[in-house]
């Protein structure tokens, strides 16, 4: 199973979208700092998850996320600018 995720950063509230296969090392990794693009930005909030059964799935979707039409939805979802 493969697991695309959406993370609130607290600091500068901007959001980060990633992908895994074992997601909950993955967040471990975020909140101690051991992952570069986002360590200057903890504390972070897990928005959501979603499951996919390949990581093709999983990395078309959290491209989609990264798009123009994904930062738009999840301004929707959230009723602010949390992108």
Known sequence: MFYVYILRSLKDKK?????????KQRLEK?????V??????????LLFTE???TEKEAKKR???W???AGRRK???YFNNSVV
């Not at 959001?15 to 997601?23: A, D, I, M, N």
């Not at 570069?36 to 903890?42: D, F, V």
């Open 51 to 53: 499951n996919f059964q």
């Open 62 to 64: 959290e491209l989609w």
């Open 74 to 76: 999840l301004k929707k």
């Open 30 to 34: 975020h909140t101690n700092g051991l």
């Open 36 to 45: 570069k693009s986002t360590k200057h930005r903890r504390p972070f909030k």
């Open 66 to 68: 990264k798009s123009g």
């Open 15 to 23: 959001t980060y979208v990633g992908y895994t296969y074992e997601l």
